[in-house]
């Protein structure tokens, strides 16, 4: 099999071409329609999921039905790091958002790979840090950030200026606003609330699916204060 499933993966363009033929030859593909479930809260992964199409959502839920989404896996991005160095039941769920096409390799063939290959371990050391780094990031936002900061960081964050101008910027919104302020660890309606609040200070525009920023420098000042 060629490597062309893997190249489109950044973190993997650095392996030599065997140790890509390698892995996906102890690949499998998936597709998976919209709503389904790729492993849920007390099942093991199976290994490491390389998203090639569609979106990803990966939540927790609590006995009382709460819900919170940990991150929105876009394609060429990858998930199920944690459970290949220590196989163990998921703390979390993993849901196709929209139809997906995945690939899956099988956890003990990455760690046989590794014990062919060394230097392929710190490929996935450096993905799981990146996961370890991303949760402490949402920590942080969760425990020390407010509402209304929580939304100007995910503004900041996400918006991409407007041509050659620095000043505005869009935010594409690659899920439903719901998701999103989930990911936030807002309600839907606290979420819809401060985007208003910025918009009545003609600061942006919401669309169905992108959100206009008029200034992003006075949007910092909004998330300094």
């Not at 363009?13 to 996906?24: A, D, G, H, I, T």
């Not at 996961?131 to 949402?138: C, D, E, S, T, Y």
């Not at 807002?186 to 200034?215: C, M, N, P, Q």
Request: aromatic share 6%.
């Amino acid at each position: 099999m060629g490597d062309d499933g893997l190249s489109a993966f950044k973190c993997f363009k650095k392996l030599p071409r065997p140790q890509k033929e390698y892995l996906l030859d102890h690949s499998r593909r998936l597709a998976v329609s919209r709503q389904e479930r790729l492993f849920e809260n007390g099942n093991q992964c199976p290994g490491i999921f390389c998203l090639k199409a569609g979106r990803i959502r990966l939540g927790i839920i609590a006995a009382s039905g709460n819900e919170r989404t940990i991150d929105v896996v876009l394609p060429g991005e990858t998930f199920g790091e944690a459970g290949i160095f220590k196989p163990h039941e998921a703390p979390v769920y993993a849901q196709a958002i929209t139809q997906s096409d995945l690939l899956c390799i099988d956890r003990n063939a990455i760690l046989d790979g590794i014990q062919q290959w060394p230097e392929m371990g710190s490929i996935f050391l450096e993905l799981a840090c990146a996961r370890i780094n991303q949760l402490l990031a949402g920590m942080y936002v969760c425990c020390l950030r407010n509402a209304h900061q929580r939304v100007n960081d995910f503004l900041l964050q996400n918006a991409q200026p407007v041509g050659r101008n620095r000043t505005q910027g869009v935010v594409s919104l690659p899920v439903s606003k719901a998701v999103v302020a989930s990911s936030l660890n807002l309600s839907a309606e606290t979420f819809s609330r401060e985007l208003h609040v910025l918009s009545d200070k003609g600061l942006i525009r919401v669309e169905r699916t992108s959100i206009h920023v008029y200034d992003l420098e006075q949007l910092r000042k909004q998330y300094i204060n």
